[in-house]
């Protein structure tokens, strides 16, 4: 009985214990559950600042790198400015005399050169900034469309091809009763393809004057058409002839800087030349006569051979100006040529008679005006206008003694020119240009290259 009473004793007082052990646990796990609440409150408001200050500090960096690449961008354009306008400097120094003794460019300053360094990587990432004109492409220009004076010898090789296509309608008769055309219609046509092979050499004598010789090479192929062959209207007689290459007209120039130019002034310059008659002159060439008519009329006829040359001296004097407005180079020219009279042993053009009798080609005035830009150290672009208005000309045959005006001979060239230079090295330039022809009397187009070499 004692044994059973102390056991369930003992039961008793384990329950009771664990009747007071169990709210303290509830108490414990309810605080530990309060406890993991708020730090997790804590941690998603520190997440939430973090996050805040990141994408401050985001668009702070990317504020800062934007003005960072501006003001490389200024540095690196503002290098660039100081380098082209040493250059132009140097280049109108050149042109005034001092090209002999010439400083050196000075070095770089190292913020210069970091500048320089970082604004050519930024510019291979964010786009292109454009160079300003350095010195040798506008040497280029100057020696092409004015003078460059104070030079070493430049030798020159020139090749220029020309096409002149022109169609005439004649009509021999009258109209009947102001509507019927009685009489022949015929259609002439004469093309000419002229290549011409330069030589040329320049020289500055002194610090204003210049020297210069050409020597061309003229080859030329002409058809010529003609209708009503044979009298009949739809038959067409065709003939070509060609020529050459064979010496043309040999001229000299000489060129003198009259006023320098200024920040108030453009440069100045004087030109005049001499053109001699060693090519192949248009008088006196024999003709072939390919059709005759019933009473022995020459219906068709061609020279034998082609002309080289315009056959009398001429002179020719004339004046430059221009004018550099970095990047841009205006230029403009303006001279007159005057030819001599020569006796000729044979004016006519007809294989039948001999004419002996002078010759007046009558004077040209011609002008140009045009622009330039040097887009950077090597290649530059030029658009310019040139035309030139011809005199009638004259001749007089021994057998009468009088001058006659030749109908026609007057003439109006105006041509569109489209230019480019380019330095393939530091001595030697390729220099090509096309022209279109604005008149009738104008090629129809005309393309030109040259390779100047400098000694």
């Given at each position: 009985?004692?044994?059973?009473?102390?056991?369930?004793?003992?039961?008793?007082?384990?329950?009771?214990?664990?009747?007071?052990?169990?709210?303290?646990?509830?108490?414990?796990?309810?605080?530990?559950?309060?406890?993991?609440?708020?730090?997790?409150?804590?941690?998603?408001?520190?997440?939430?600042?973090?996050?805040?200050?990141?994408?401050?500090?985001?668009?702070?960096?990317?504020?800062?790198?934007?003005?960072?690449?501006?003001?490389?961008?200024?540095?690196?354009?503002?290098?660039?400015r100081v380098q082209a306008q040493e250059g132009v400097a140097r280049v109108q120094a050149m042109r005034q005399?001092?090209?002999?003794?010439?400083?050196?460019?000075?070095?770089?300053?190292?913020?210069?050169?970091?500048?320089?360094?970082?604004?050519?990587?930024?510019?291979?990432?964010?786009?292109?900034?454009?160079?300003?004109?350095?010195?040798?492409?506008?040497?280029?220009?100057?020696?092409?469309?004015?003078?460059?004076?104070?030079?070493?010898?430049?030798?020159?090789?020139?090749?220029?091809?020309?096409?002149?296509?022109?169609?005439?309608?004649?009509?021999?008769?009258?109209?009947?009763?102001?509507?019927?055309?009685?009489?022949?219609?015929?259609?002439?046509?004469?093309?000419?393809?002229?290549?011409?092979?330069?030589?040329?050499?320049?020289?500055?004598?002194?610090?204003?004057?210049?020297?210069?010789?050409?020597?061309?090479?003229?080859?030329?192929?002409?058809?010529?058409?003609?209708?009503?062959?044979?009298?009949?209207?739809?038959?067409?007689?065709?003939?070509?002839?060609?020529?050459?290459?064979?010496?043309?007209?040999?001229?000299?120039?000489?060129?003198?800087?009259?006023?320098?130019?200024?920040?108030?002034?453009?440069?100045?310059?004087?030109?005049?030349?001499?053109?001699?008659?060693?090519?192949?002159?248009?008088?006196?060439?024999?003709?072939?006569?390919?059709?005759?008519?019933?009473?022995?009329?020459?219906?068709?006829?061609?020279?034998?051979?082609?002309?080289?040359?315009?056959?009398?001296?001429?002179?020719?004097?004339?004046?430059?100006?221009?004018?550099?407005?970095?990047?841009?180079?205006?230029?403009?020219?303006?001279?007159?040529?005057?030819?001599?009279?020569?006796?000729?042993?044979?004016?006519?053009?007809?294989?039948?008679?001999?004419?002996?009798?002078?010759?007046?080609?009558?004077?040209?005035?011609?002008?140009?005006?045009?622009?330039?830009?040097?887009?950077?150290?090597?290649?530059?672009?030029?658009?310019?206008?040139?035309?030139?208005?011809?005199?009638?000309?004259?001749?007089?045959?021994?057998?009468?003694?009088v001058w006659e005006k030749v109908i026609g001979s007057d003439g109006n060239a105006a041509t569109l020119g489209?230019?480019?230079?380019?330095?393939?090295?530091?001595?030697?330039?390729?220099?090509?240009?096309?022209?279109?022809?604005?008149?009738?009397?104008?090629?129809?187009?005309?393309?030109?290259?040259?390779?100047?070499?400098?000694?």
């Amino acid at each position: 009985m004692h044994r059973i009473n102390s056991g369930a004793l003992l039961a008793l007082i384990v329950m009771a214990l664990a009747a007071r052990a169990a709210p303290a646990r509830a108490q414990q796990s309810a605080v530990q559950q309060a406890g993991g609440a708020a730090a997790a409150a804590e941690n998603a408001q520190d997440v939430r600042a973090m996050a805040g200050e990141l994408r401050t500090l985001k668009s702070r960096y990317a504020e800062e790198v934007r003005r960072l690449r501006e003001l490389e961008i200024r540095l690196q354009a503002l290098t660039a400015r100081v380098q082209a306008q040493e250059g132009v400097a140097r280049v109108q120094a050149m042109r005034q005399g001092d090209g002999a003794a010439l400083p050196a460019a000075p070095a770089p300053s190292p913020a210069a050169a970091a500048a320089a360094a970082t604004g050519e990587a930024l510019v291979g990432s964010e786009g292109s900034v454009r160079q300003e004109p350095a010195a040798r492409s506008v040497e280029d220009v100057l020696q092409q469309q004015h003078v460059l004076f104070n030079q070493p010898l430049t030798l020159e090789v020139g090749l220029n091809y020309q096409r002149y296509d022109r169609k005439q309608l004649t009509l021999n008769g009258f109209l009947a009763l102001d509507a019927i055309f009685l009489g022949s219609i015929a259609i002439e046509r004469v093309a000419s393809d002229t290549f011409t092979y330069s030589f040329a050499a320049r020289k500055g004598l002194t610090e204003n004057f210049t020297a210069s010789i050409e020597v061309p090479f003229v080859q030329r192929w002409t058809d010529y058409q003609k209708g009503g062959a044979g009298g009949a209207a739809a038959a067409v007689a065709e003939a070509s002839v060609s020529g050459g290459p064979r010496i043309g007209d040999v001229a000299v120039g000489a060129s003198y800087r009259l006023l320098r130019e200024t920040p108030g002034r453009p440069e100045l310059a004087l030109n005049a030349g001499l053109s001699a008659p060693t090519g192949q002159a248009p008088y006196g060439i024999p003709w072939n006569v390919l059709e005759r008519d019933s009473n022995d009329f020459i219906r068709f006829a061609v020279p034998t051979r082609q002309p080289t040359g315009q056959g009398v001296w001429s002179v020719h004097a004339g004046a430059s100006v221009l004018r550099t407005l970095d990047p841009a180079i205006l230029f403009a020219n303006a001279g007159i040529t005057h030819t001599f009279i020569r006796h000729f042993a044979d004016l006519d053009t007809s294989p039948d008679t001999v004419s002996p009798g002078k010759v007046n080609l009558g004077n040209a005035f011609n002008y140009g005006v045009g622009v330039a830009f040097a887009l950077n150290e090597r290649m530059s672009l030029s658009m310019s206008l040139a035309q030139r208005l011809n005199g009638s000309a004259k001749i007089r045959n021994d057998a009468t003694g009088v001058w006659e005006k030749v109908i026609g001979s007057d003439g109006n060239a105006a041509t569109l020119g489209l230019g480019m230079t380019y330095a393939l090295g530091e001595r030697m330039t390729f220099v090509g240009s096309l022209g279109i022809g604005l008149t009738p009397d104008a090629p129809d187009f005309s393309i030109t290259a040259k390779l100047p070499f400098v000694l």
